[in-house]
């Protein structure tokens, strides 16, 4: 058996879920994040995720797949975001963008199986990692999304961060994320603090990308349809974000007072402040978007 068989709770009668070669697969770049080898690490990170992905959804899902994410997935992503974009060939630039599709596909999974988890296990989430992960996929000072101009400015930081949770909601992974959090609310399978403040600033720059302007009056029918369809898109986007707002405010307020005063302050504040601005945000989009009705 290899040594990523031997896991805590793996049934070895169970070995067969992932072939041998993924497996191996699996081994090779936990070898390669001990001896922190980054080029290591990149050459084998596509293939090792996207198995990964592929065995977490087989019937039944594989163990050793389980425990190679959770073991590995997060300190594979640190080094792949760790390294400077700009000194990057296009190889090297498709597997970091690549390794972080496969990543946020597999975060989406796991938080659609959080609701079959909450239904027969309460609300504990095993699946740490993938909250962990996302927190690191969303934060904005990472070399990676840092290089990506030899001139950088905070505006390239705030599309980097677009990008990703843009392409996280385009593959449906926003509305789980936000039940996620909203179902544990108080508990400790809600993100951790710097984890959440990636997520609600993410969440606030996302906002920045729908017009709050008014859409000008046209007659025609095709484009009437169309912006009826790009409104209901960005009141669909405002829910998501509003949801996850509300977990957050709700989870500082519902966290005990020794808890809190143990947090880092400037981390506090600025949950605080950000879903503030979420809120305020929300509050004018809704009023050019939906200008007749009544939002209180």
């Known amino acids: 058996m290899d040594d990523i068989d031997k896991g805590i709770g793996v049934d070895p ?4 879920r992932a072939p041998a070669r993924v497996r191996r697969l699996w081994k090779e770049v936990g070898d390669q994040l001990v001896s922190q080898s980054t080029s290591g690490v990149a050459k084998y990170a596509v293939e090792a995720l996207q198995g990964a992905q592929k ?25 792949l975001l760790d390294q400077l974009q700009s000194k990057l060939g296009p190889t090297g630039r498709k597997v970091v963008e690549v390794s ?24 504990t989430f095993p699946f740490k990692s993938s909250i962990t992960v996302l927190g690191l996929l969303f934060i904005r ?27 996280f909601r385009r593959i449906g ?5 936000s039940s996620y959090m ?3 609310i108080g508990t400790a399978s809600f993100p951790g603090l710097r984890v959440l403040q990636s997520i609600v600033s993410a969440a606030w720059e996302v906002l920045q990308v729908v017009p709050d302007s008014p859409q000008p009056k046209i007659v025609d029918q095709q484009q009437i349809a169309d912006q009826d369809r790009q409104r209901s898109s960005a009141l ?9 707002a509300h977990a957050a405010t709700q989870h500082l307020l519902a966290m005990k007072e020794g808890i809190l ?13 950000v879903t503030k601005a979420i809120y305020n945000r929300i509050e004018r989009l809704r009023d050019v978007l939906m200008p007749t009705t009544n939002h209180s």
Request: glycine content about 4%; overall charge negative.
């Open 261 to 273: 005063k143990d947090a880092p302050r400037d981390d506090v504040a600025r949950c605080i402040q």
């Open 173 to 177: 992974g926003l509305s789980p994320l």
């Open 182 to 184: 909203n179902d544990r």
């Open 13 to 16: 009668a169970c070995d067969e």
């Open 236 to 244: 669909s986007l405002i829910d998501e974000m509003q949801g996850i």
């Open 141 to 167: 000072d990472n070399n990676y999304f840092t290089s990506l101009h030899s001139t950088w400015s905070i505006d390239d930081g705030r599309r980097s961060r677009q990008n990703m949770i843009m392409m």
């Open 55 to 79: 065995y977490l959804n087989s019937i039944p899902p594989s163990p050793q797949a389980r425990i190679f994410i959770e073991r590995n997935m997060v300190p594979m992503m640190k080094i």
């Open 100 to 123: 972080c599709r496969v990543v946020l596909q597999i975060v989406r999974d796991d938080l659609e199986r959080a609701d079959i988890i909450k239904q027969n296990q309460g609300v």
